[in-house]
């Protein structure tokens, strides 16, 4: 594919992505952050992000499962999840993650649950969307101009 | 994560040698280098960090767990220059990580964390961290981090300079010094200047009794009175540490400490006794604290320092104030005319020398706050000025601590002692109780001076002899300006001060200090400016010969021709000098010659202040109770007089250098603004 074309592509989406709200200010130091010695970095963090992210939803699915809640590890999970996804930009992310932890210091289970599953539909939107966007981005990269 | 041999760290410490600020591979690559050791357990922020620090071009190294930093901490010592940790971790609270690394290695730790909350930013205040970062880190935040390793060595430093390297300065008082008062304190400190410099440490260490952190002594007022009350119980001849130790009976005291602060005060006594013509003045004038401080002066010109300190006409805490005043007036004070340039004399702290050759804009801004000292109350009790002199040395540093504290009066001596202490110590000289600019110059002024100027002056060049007048001047500026006890003036051999006039005529050279500062003139005048005030606080205080007045005010009495007029030579920002006042400023006491120099001038009581150099000027500022050494004025006095002034100003520049490290912060302290030599009480 056009080189030109695809760049324009990326870019595009890119955009879209900070417009709507699935990325944040931290996204684009990370992208700063990436150069020749690093040329991946900005997938390196997303996939670290993924794989951390994906332990703590665990966590936190066990700890809303068990009886009684203890609210205090759930909030100490949901504030990793939180701390990681902000320092990736992933903003509507971060923004659920708020919203359950005051739930959570309120000792709502309900709304811990309920917010909880907005959290995991967000982080799923941006992890596609995501995944889109840098695979557009690596091809762009490799791609030659016509 | 990046394992490594089963320890969870992966080093990208690229320096082992440790790192320096502005000691990169180049200056200008500076703070390249920086050796950080990041600790976080979550993976994602941990790799950003680490990537962010090393495009800052610091040498990083990462850690997930906090057990696992501590054991790379404690492996070597000396291998990292800051951390940076989060506060949540599984293994260990962020906080606990912090305390450890504060006591065992105390290095400066960065906390943060995606909580922002107040109590939890608080939290890190509490427990010691110099900076607290709130998730997601940007990395313009990581790019100024090594300030937090610069600011900590150069507290350490100045700390350690204070507290017990008053070898440098002593050593170099040493050298032109004609010790009279050798002491077992002072005896061979040159030569062991290095050996005292392990006993202070190894004093600060075993004095370290809560925690690992070696707390520096801190000489407050308090403290220093039992001190000095011991000493007289002794008797000077006889006051040896380990018996002031005993008689003061303080907890956690060392008799290091103990020794290191007589060192100081005998020297400052010396200074202020330097006036007059032999030591023995100065023994004699121990058997009281005031009347010590007054000793040297008395035999000036009849300076009833003595008895106005007896009279108890300045107390002693004014005097400390005064001290302080003068010393930590040039904390920045606004008031103060002249700011601590401190800043720049503390990185120049390695070179107090230079500081002197160098600093004379710079001590222009400690002159100005040594002028503060117009006010100074005689009855400031010596130590205080000494101890203010000596933080007003701190320069810079110093000086803005002392101004903070605001605590003069009883601060004082903390500040002079203490230039250690960044934090405010300077109380002392925080306008408090500078107010009245007599509190600055400790009884008599004199011994304030003297250790206000010898730590200045001693650590600006170690200027014993001040007699390098041109170079001199500078000196005086800074804070040691404040502590010029009068005294010096005698001593200022080559002092070219024009005060010279009569011996004790501190006339012009004192000004020479405070116009150096406030011009920037380097006229070299003697940067005495603080002790003026005690000066005026003095002459206030007792019409009599004031001489030394005039020395305070000399400094900016070359340009307050007019205060000088009898007593109070308000201007005499020499006051410090005003040691000298008893006119033996005339150029015989090298440091007191200076500072006598200067507030003769100023002063009136010789008469000569105020013609001659401007010192009006000076006398003006002394003459306030407020007197601020403005330095500004002194501007006026002419410059070549200023520098033959110097001369004496050097003395006492050095004799404050020494202490400098005390004296800085009480310079600011003082916060004699607008001397208004007219004010001086007749």
């Known amino acids: 594919m056009d080189r030109n074309r695809l760049q324009h592509q990326v870019a595009c989406m890119r955009r879209s992505l900070f417009d709507q709200g699935y990325l944040d200010e931290p996204f684009i130091q990370l992208e700063e952050l990436q150069d020749d010695a690093n040329p991946n970095f900005v997938q390196e963090i997303v996939t670290l992000f993924y794989t951390d992210s994906a332990r703590l939803i665990q966590n936190i699915e066990h700890a809303l499962n068990s009886r009684p809640i203890d609210f205090d590890k759930l909030d100490d999970y949901m504030h990793q999840f939180k701390g990681s996804s902000s320092s990736i930009g992933a903003k509507k992310v971060t923004n659920e993650c708020t919203v359950f932890r005051e739930y959570c210091s309120a000792e709502n289970a309900e709304g811990c649950i309920r917010s909880f599953q907005q959290v995991k539909q967000e982080y799923a939107i941006l992890r596609r969307k995501l995944e889109v966007y840098l695979q557009m981005v690596r091809q762009a990269a490799v791609s030659r101009t016509a | 994560m990046n394992l490594s041999s089963g320890k969870e760290y992966i080093s990208t410490a690229s320096s082992s040698a440790g790192w320096k600020a502005g000691d990169a591979a180049a200056a200008d690559q500076f703070p390249a280098g920086l050796r950080v050791l990041v600790v976080d357990d979550d993976p994602t922020c941990l790799m950003i960090l680490e990537k962010m620090l090393r495009t800052c071009l610091y040498a990083v190294t990462k850690c997930s767990r906090a057990e696992t930093a501590l054991l790379m901490l404690r492996e070597n010592k000396n291998g990292f220059d800051i951390v940076i940790s989060d506060v949540h971790m599984p293994d260990m609270d962020g906080f606990k990580l912090l305390e450890h690394i504060g006591l065992e290695m105390d290095l400066p730790v960065i906390m943060m964390s995606a909580d922002d909350g107040k109590h939890v930013v608080m939290k890190g205040v509490t427990h010691g961290a110099c900076d607290y970062l709130i998730k997601p880190v940007r990395i313009e935040a990581l790019k100024n981090i090594w300030q937090h390793v610069v600011r900590k060595r150069r507290n350490e430093w100045r700390d350690f300079e204070q507290s017990g390297s008053v070898e440098e300065g002593d050593r170099l008082l040493k050298q032109s010094d004609d010790a009279d008062y050798s002491s077992s304190a002072n005896e061979g400190n040159w030569k062991s200047s290095k050996r005292r410099k392990d006993d202070e440490d190894e004093t600060d260490e075993r004095d370290d009794t809560s925690t690992l952190k070696k707390p520096r002594v801190v000489w407050s007022v308090e403290l220093h009175q039992q001190f ?217 002024g004199q011994p304030i001076l003297s250790n206000g100027i010898a730590a200045n002056v001693s650590t600006k060049t170690g200027i014993q002899e001040n007699v390098r007048a041109p170079s001199y001047n500078p000196v005086l500026q800074t804070s040691s300006m404040l502590n010029f006890p009068m005294n010096h003036a005698s001593e200022l051999p080559g002092n070219s001060f ?185």
């Open chain 2, 498 to 682: 024009p005060l010279g006039t009569t011996p004790g005529i501190p006339s012009l050279t004192p000004k020479v200090a405070f116009q150096e500062d406030v011009n920037s003139d380097s006229k070299g005048s003697v940067g005495f400016m603080p002790s003026y005030d005690i000066f005026n606080d003095l002459n206030q205080h007792k019409p009599q010969n004031w001489e030394l007045q005039n020395i305070g005010m000399t400094f900016d009495a070359s340009q307050h021709s007019n205060n000088l007029q009898g007593n109070h030579n308000h201007s005499q920002p020499v006051l410090v000098q005003q040691g000298f006042s008893s006119g033996q400023v005339n150029g015989q006491n090298k440091s007191a010659t200076v500072v006598s120099k200067a507030i003769f001038s100023a002063g009136d009581s010789t008469g000569h202040a105020n013609a001659q150099n401007g010192n009006q000027h000076l006398n003006s500022l002394l003459v306030d109770g407020t007197v601020r050494v403005k330095s500004e004025t002194v501007a006026d006095a002419t410059p070549t007089n200023l520098y033959p002034d110097h001369f004496g100003q050097e003395d006492l520049m050095s004799a404050l250098l020494k202490q400098q490290d005390v004296v800085a912060p009480a310079e600011h302290e003082f916060d004699f603004d607008g001397y208004s030599l007219d004010n001086i009480p007749e």
């Open chain 2, 228 to 444: 000095v009350a011991a000493v007289n119980q002794l008797g000077i001849d006889k006051a040896v540490p380990k018996k002031i130790l005993e008689l003061m009976n303080v907890p956690g005291l060392t008799r290091e400490n103990v020794a290191s602060h007589l060192q100081k005060y005998r020297l400052y006594l010396r200074r202020l006794s330097g006036v007059s013509q032999h030591p023995s003045n100065l023994n004699s004038s121990f058997m009281s604290p005031q009347e010590a401080v007054f000793g040297p002066l008395s035999s000036l010109n009849g300076l009833d320092l003595q008895t106005l300190a007896a009279t108890g006409q300045l107390p002693a805490q004014s005097l400390a104030t005064l001290q302080a005043a003068g010393l930590g007036r040039s904390a920045g004070k606004p008031g103060i005319p002249m700011p601590f340039v401190d800043q720049r004399d503390i990185f120049s702290f390695e070179n107090p020398k230079l500081r002197f050759g160098e600093g004379q804009q710079q001590h222009v801004n400690n002159n100005k706050q040594m002028n503060l000292l117009h006010g100074i109350p005689t009855t400031m009790e010596p130590k205080q000025l000494a101890g203010l002199h000596h933080t007003a040395q701190s320069m810079g540093n110093m000086n803005m601590q002392v101004a903070s504290n605001g605590s003069q009066s009883s601060q004082n001596i903390p500040l002079l002692m203490q230039m250690a202490q960044p934090q405010a110590r300077g109380q002392v000289i925080n306008d408090s109780s500078l107010g009245h600019a007599t509190r600055l110059l400790s009884p008599m």
